[in-house]
């Protein structure tokens, strides 16, 4: 098995002065990587997924505002704090519906306003420190993720997963990944199958990509042939992320993920969400209340083909995400343990 934190999808610098991030558009042809260094470089990397998956993005976001605050000119407090504010809301914009985003921006934040009497280059060291504790909370969260998870599974099962929710996505690991990659290490030898995630395709260029390279037992599907997969016998569990979390246990996850929970609830199949607490928004209520980022119709008509797939003129409906309702989902799996229905109690416990 080839070691998959090899493949280092987002860090500093070594001199501290750019976000390097692995550019996933580039992905499988090439493993190419990128130096971010302004605010615009880093809120279009967001933005075009050249980084992406909620927790990094956050790990992106929180090292964005370290690397933009080492050049912010202030020689006060108010104006480092201005500028600082300025930038962070920029940067959220990037992406609405991936609560992490924010919460990294927020974290940083904190950061600054908690120590308004410190000097500027005491505050940019503080903020160094800050983005460096939210890169190891999440490789140490998505471990304990799946352990968790995997206490759930049972060797040589066969699992179905949706868009990339794995080492590529986060800091090490995975979220929906993790339990597999641990299962790998230990010989469970699941058999995976992966969905292509139309129309970004990040099931087949990047969980295919990844399993494939770390010697797990993959197999690439088309969104649409899941039911005949699930049908025939082939998958035992569900595993997905998530980029929010509402209190009722609605799920915002990657476009097709509602479908899938209603074929695994028709086959009598578990569906288990994994991510980070930080996925959970403690503000919204229910799925109702989640924004769902749109995208470019391009993406369905010409990002992948050597001509236009669609009839010019046509409307295109591209949203980023689809909400999964909670009487669909069997368990939500955290880094502190796994949420069950009634979820508005026990993912406040």
Request: charged share 20%.
């Amino acid at each position: 098995m080839n070691n998959i934190t090899d493949l280092k999808t987002v860090r500093l610098s070594d001199d501290s002065c750019a976000v390097v991030i692995l550019d996933q558009t580039r992905l499988p042809a090439e493993e190419s990587y990128l130096s971010l260094v302004t605010a615009e470089d880093i809120w279009d990397a967001i933005y075009k997924l050249k980084v992406r998956g909620a927790p990094a993005i956050g790990v992106a976001a929180a090292y964005g505002m370290y690397v933009c605050s080492r050049q912010i000119q202030a020689s006060s407090y108010s104006d480092f704090y201005t500028e600082f504010h300025r930038i962070k809301e920029y940067l959220a914009g990037a992406r609405p519906t991936a609560v992490n985003l924010v919460a990294a921006l927020n974290r940083m934040e904190e950061v600054v306003l908690d120590n308004s009497s410190e000097d500027v280059s005491t505050l940019v060291q503080l903020l160094h420190d800050e983005a460096q504790a939210i890169r190891t909370e999440d490789a140490a969260a998505c471990r304990r993720i799946g352990e968790h998870c995997l206490s759930l599974l049972r060797p040589g099962m066969g699992l179905l997963t949706h868009c990339n929710a794995g080492h590529l996505a986060v800091s090490e690991y995975g979220t929906a990944l993790a339990p597999i990659y641990l299962g790998e290490e230990r010989g469970h030898g699941f058999k995976v199958f992966a969905d292509e995630t139309r129309p970004l395709l990040q099931g087949a260029r990047l969980t295919a990509y990844e399993l494939q390279r770390a010697g797990v037992d993959v197999t690439l599907i088309c969104d649409n042939m899941a039911s005949a997969v699930m049908q025939k016998g082939w998958v035992q569990a569900v595993v997905v992320g998530c980029d929010r979390v509402a209190m009722n246990g609605d799920v915002a996850n990657k476009i097709g993920t509602s479908g899938v929970a209603v074929l695994a609830y028709h086959y009598g199949i578990p569906f288990y969400v994994l991510g980070p607490t930080s996925t959970v928004d403690k503000q919204c209520p229910d799925g109702k209340s989640i924004v769902i980022e749109e995208r470019d119709p391009d993406e369905v008509s010409e990002m992948w083909y050597a001509h236009r797939m669609a009839p010019r003129g046509v409307r295109i409906y591209n949203p980023a995400f689809d909400v999964t309702p909670y009487e669909l989902i069997t368990a939500i799996i955290t880094e502190k343990g796994i949420a069950y229905s009634p979820f508005e109690d026990s993912l406040r416990q």
